[in-house]
């Protein structure tokens, strides 16, 4: 490892803070941009859409248990199951799919 | 209203807070510690844990900086990923500073900048007539503390638990993000767009490998490009939910 994990740690901390602190000290203003606040409330879906997928499938020891935990989670959240139930679905669906597999 | 919130102490409000963040504080506690697995899986300590955690306090942002250090990726990297994974706390920071009585020291200013994330800046905006900081510091204090707890505690169990069951836990992050997008994917249709080409290029990024680049830099392009096209091809109104995601 060439970088300092301390390092990481800190510095993601102070840009965390930056980030949250500047427009309640500097700025002030509210963000009047229609362009920038629509940029603003997609980046949390397209951000997290681009993490999950296809990390959920390299992350198990199968793509195959990934999948079915990718399409569990979507099949149950589509249907307005609980943040909780549906994580825990998604855990429970890649133990048996390997158990099943014998991974 | 504002005439009888003037009434209440510090230590009232701090109560108050407190009570209205119990629910928030153990939902981060679940979050932190599908974080913590992954923590684990790039070899974090728990103390490491606990110190990213209470320092950082966003659950997308710190997954994206857990890709960004276990691909020992340049800092430059990490802050930029950052900066776009946590752009909207700007938005919200923003919105928060409206609620501030003219009279609040500078000081709570950077004391509840800390603390702005999605759930307590819910509570806070929606707090009746100026947000008194003590009330946030009190639903605050609790969630940060279990928010690093919980990656303490998913690094710990990530070491005892045996391997098959720690890989399994592994998918407890991505099945939250899940339940996150996909309800407002159903309800908004361009939301949804923003989430199927966001599954749809990240795959393709990967496919090819002339697309390819390291995670951090993927969450960037993609974020920016995704979130971009849509709000030039269908900005978002705004009139009936404010903030959820």
């Given at each position: ?55 959920i499938?390299?992350?198990t020891?199968?793509?195959v248990s990934g999948m079915l935990a990718l399409i569990a989670g979507?099949?149950l ?9 549906v994580?825990s679905v998604c855990c429970i669906a890649v133990l048996i799919s390997e ?5 | ?167 399994a836990?592994?998918v407890?992050?991505?099945g ?70």
């Amino acid at each position: 490892m060439k970088h300092s994990l301390i390092l990481y740690i800190l510095l993601s901390g102070l840009v965390s803070y930056l980030i949250r602190v500047l427009p309640l000290t500097l700025i002030r203003k509210p963000i009047r941009s229609k362009f920038i606040r629509s940029f603003l409330y997609y980046v949390p879906y397209a951000t997290l859409a681009v993490m999950t997928f296809p990390a959920i499938i390299t992350s198990t020891a199968s793509p195959v248990s990934g999948m079915l935990a990718l399409i569990a989670g979507i099949l149950l959240a589509w249907n307005g199951k609980s943040l909780p139930f549906v994580a825990s679905v998604c855990c429970i669906a890649v133990l048996i799919s390997e158990l099943i597999m014998g991974l | 209203m504002k005439e009888k919130q003037k009434n209440f102490t510090a230590g009232e409000a701090f109560r108050h807070g407190f009570r209205d963040g119990i629910p928030i504080a153990l939902g981060y506690f679940a979050v932190s510690f599908s974080l913590g697995i992954i923590m684990k899986n790039i070899g974090m300590s728990p103390g490491q844990g606990f110190l990213f955690s209470l320092l950082d306090l966003a659950s997308a942002g710190e997954y994206a900086v857990l890709q960004v250090i276990a691909a020992d990726a340049p800092y430059i990297e990490m802050v930029i990923v950052l900066i776009v994974t946590n752009a909207r706390y700007l938005l919200m920071s923003t919105a928060l500073s409206q609620k501030f009585s003219p009279g609040t020291p500078l000081v709570h200013r950077f004391g509840v900048g800390y603390g702005v994330t999605d759930e307590l800046f819910a509570l806070g905006v929606n707090y009746e007539g100026w947000l008194s900081p003590w009330y946030y510091y009190g639903a605050l204090g609790f969630s940060a503390f279990m928010w690093a707890l919980g990656s303490a505690g998913g690094i710990i169990a990530g070491n005892i638990l045996p391997e098959r069951l720690v890989r399994a836990l592994s998918v407890a992050l991505f099945g939250m993000f899940i339940a996150i997008i996909i309800p407002p994917a159903r309800k908004n249709r361009a939301v949804g767009a923003v989430v199927a080409c966001g599954f749809l290029l990240s795959w393709l990024c990967e496919l090819f490998p002339l697309l390819h680049m390291s995670s951090g830099t993927k969450t960037i392009v993609l974020t920016v490009l995704i979130a971009g096209a849509a709000s030039l091809i269908h900005p978002h109104e705004e009139e009936e939910e404010h903030h959820e995601a």
